[in-house]
């Protein structure tokens, strides 16, 4: 499964100058670099992110989740086409950690956004086909990285919303924006726990044909439950809007709120807090998950973690007694 | 600040043998034990509780948040006398990892909860009065485990709810109970993120004199945004309540509730399931916490990784880079 690129015809540095010119075949080149799990492709490809860092940084990250069949495609697409008109550069994204075993990530078929794939001002990048979601994010938000080098001024993560994703999108884009169907009450959406607190917005899809009213009503209804819920920013309430993808009405209000967002946490300070917090939280997380992965890697310790946490299930060691066993395996004296 | 306690004039397995006789001398000595700092004093609380291990778990274990002015302690204090009046065993402690700071715990002034501080059927605990949200954490369940072998068969866990104290919490507990003001919309609550959709149940309190009214508005908002959020588990969904403590009203209803929770969550499974994946989580993170101590008591490492961090805020160093060099720093070869 892992993508073995061959070794590199150039030098990092010939790299990165692909990259910040835009050349879509380098910066192709690039992601495959950094999507590869071979140790020796990783040093290249933290070399050439250390390079481009100065370049990095100057884009909108936009995260965009909802359940199946909401229109999230149609909706990019659609937000995309109209961006590109106001003279944006977009790249397009995903987090699916699923998508190496449902054989095919959601952004495999670019038909899925036909116009935004065909246009030169758009790239649209899948998401990387393998293994745990703290990888998977950590590859998009190198991925990020690399398109802001690139050029491109608006980043969309899409996320379909598995396990933790939604989550880890949030944390590493500057606007969070969940997409709801029409419907009231239980049945509806089946969205997930925290998501709705997560948002800097949401818009209810589909606002079209017999489902006008239905949205506005959906929309009241999720207007009233944030409401209930404090605010994340204090210069910042998510606002509720309704929108037709499919038919390009409400899109223009959706990003004039993104815009105000972007203006008011700029002027506030929040957008540099919010980034800076993010890039200290991915650090103690990755720093965690190497920890586990080093532990993990001596055979010794792996079986003796897995009867320890054994015990712990089954209630006959305690806690302590187990992690200080684990952390006395690991460590150096 | 560190209690020092003298040490113990007998053995663990007597000591263990007095907890388990529900001698409440020592049972306090015991949890004194635990709070120790001290690194021999932990090596014998570890033992302990090792020994007592077995006679554990058999407590209906019941979390309670809500601001300052719902009224936990009134709730907590009446709650507990009518379960005493059933037959219960009641013991009440607390997690507030600023009690240090402010000079005092919640729990400080048994006043609070002066019936039941009174009664030889109850037994309340203030927070531990050191350090951060996971030591506190950490004494606080191993001074559950001390209570459930001293056989209380209620333990209540009672929280403020600053920093993350609500989530750390319901990691402990097998219900979850938030307590609400009577009131509407912004202004309201001040509740914190998240701390909705970790409930199990809403209880609006202060249901009386003249806010009974606004009190069953109140539940009714709530229970319209809880209907918009998908549950935790696919046989409970939070019921949302109105109760006055101070009248002894709705509190029946309340315990039946839990009551009713626990017959179901124990006929699926989903309380031992849940109580098992508490342990295995509680494991990782207190292995999480034990390795960035580690690396904090490193003076060498210490000071390189703020260095780090203070690169990565500047976004000078990649993330991946910064913690790759702090895992080489800790790691045995």
């Known amino acids: 499964m892992n993508q073995r690129p061959k070794r590199l015809p150039f030098s990092i540095a010939e790299l990165a100058d692909g990259v910040r010119r835009g050349d879509r075949a380098m910066l192709a080149r690039a992601i495959t670099l950094i ?87 758009a790239f649209i990048r899948p998401s990387p086909s393998a293994g745990t979601l703290g990888g998977v994010t950590r590859r998009t938000r190198e991925t990020m990285l690399l398109v802001e080098a690139a050029g491109f001024d608006v980043v969309i993560v899409e996320t379909v919303g598995v396990g933790q994703s939604e989550t880890a999108v949030a944390e590493m884009v500057d606007f969070f924006l969940v997409l709801m169907l029409p419907g009231g009450g239980d049945e509806l959406q089946g969205i997930k726990k925290g998501v709705i607190e997560i948002a800097d917005m949401i818009v209810v899809n589909k606002a079209d044909g017999d489902n006008v009213e239905r949205a506005r009503r959906t929309a009241a209804d999720y207007r009233g439950a944030l409401n209930l819920l404090m605010p994340r920013s204090e210069t910042w309430r998510p606002p509720v809007l309704v929108a037709s993808a499919v038919e390009n009405r409400g899109l223009d209000e ?80």
Chains 1, 2 share one sequence.
């Open 35 to 121: 999507e590869s799990t071979r140790s020796d492709d990783q040093e290249l490809a933290q070399d050439l992110l250390q390079e481009l860092l100065p370049s990095t940084g100057n884009a909108w990250r936009i995260g965009i989740t909802g359940v199946p069949g909401v229109g999230k495609s149609t909706t990019i697409d659609q937000l995309g086409m109209n961006l590109i008109a106001k003279g944006h550069k977009v790249a397009v994204l995903a987090v699916d950690p699923t998508s190496s075993r449902t054989g095919g990530s959601i952004l495999g078929d670019k038909t899925r956004m036909a116009r935004l794939a065909a246009s030169p001002n």
């Open 254 to 333: 959706v990003w004039e709120k993104i815009a105000e967002h972007r203006s008011r946490m700029s002027a506030t300070g929040e957008l540099f807090d919010r980034r800076q917090s993010q890039a200290v939280r991915w650090m103690r997380d990755m720093l965690h998950e190497r920890l586990l992965s080093e532990l993990k890697a001596r055979k010794d310790a792996e079986s003796r973690i897995a009867e320890l946490e054994a015990q712990v299930r089954q209630g006959t060691i305690t806690v302590p007694r187990a992690v200080e066993e684990v952390v006395r395996l690991l460590i150096r004296d």
